[in-house]
């Protein structure tokens, strides 16, 4: 079976500090068997890692991020 990477492991360039925080806090929460989006965003609002805007999490700013962080460069 071939392998698909996903655009992010394609970069050219390398990650910012931010996107590096914010992928270890997923992981991290995802390593505590939180899988919902509703718990996602509660743990992530837990932690240090705000949106740009410095407020709290919500599902629309957590899924407008991810959306951001994975776009295919051009």
Known sequence: MPLNLEPVQTRRGSTTSYADAFA??????????VHDLPGIVAA???TGV???DGADWTERSFTSELARLGAKEV
């Open 24 to 33: 270890d806090e997923l992981e991290a929460i995802y390593g505590r068997g």
């Open 50 to 52: 705000r949106p740009a």
């Open 44 to 46: 992530l609002n837990e």
